[in-house]
């Protein structure tokens, strides 16, 4: 059974950072394009950012891009999510996702494999 774990989440001040990190077991990462997504409160499920299968393109939803920076650590089968100047509206459940094997991080697409999410909550 693939577990994807997410960790880093927390309670953080407007302007502050975070790092969630997000480790799997039965699966290797270097095999799949990895991504983050996020669900805010009474709100859907969106993606904010992709890595891609081997040569690492990535993709970022246009609310997070010059703040968030996604990276992926495959001899630590680890993946990463950098938050920056962190906004209120950024407040929302955070899931680790497997999104595709071998996947080109092209759009946000239903994943493959889930993780259980980490919350984060920004104080204004």
């Known amino acids: 059974q693939v577990q994807l774990v997410e960790s880093g989440g927390g309670l953080v001040q407007a302007g502050g950072s975070l790092r969630l990190s997000c480790t799997a077991s039965?699966?290797?990462?270097?095999?799949?394009?990895m991504g983050w997504f996020r669900q805010p409160p009474e709100k859907e499920r969106e993606g904010v950012s992709c890595i891609s299968w081997r040569i690492g393109n990535t993709l970022y939803a246009d609310s997070v891009k010059g703040r968030f920076t996604i990276s992926r650590d495959n001899a630590k089968n680890t993946l990463y999510l950098q938050m920056n100047s962190l906004k209120p509206e950024d407040t929302a459940m955070y899931y680790c996702?497997?999104?595709?094997?071998?996947?080109?991080?092209?759009?946000?697409?239903?994943?493959?494999?889930w993780g259980r999410g980490t919350q984060v909550t920004v104080s204004s």
């Open positions: 039965t699966l290797t990462i270097d095999n799949y394009a």
């Open positions: 996702a497997a999104v595709n094997r071998h996947g080109a991080c092209t759009r946000f697409i239903d994943p493959d494999y």
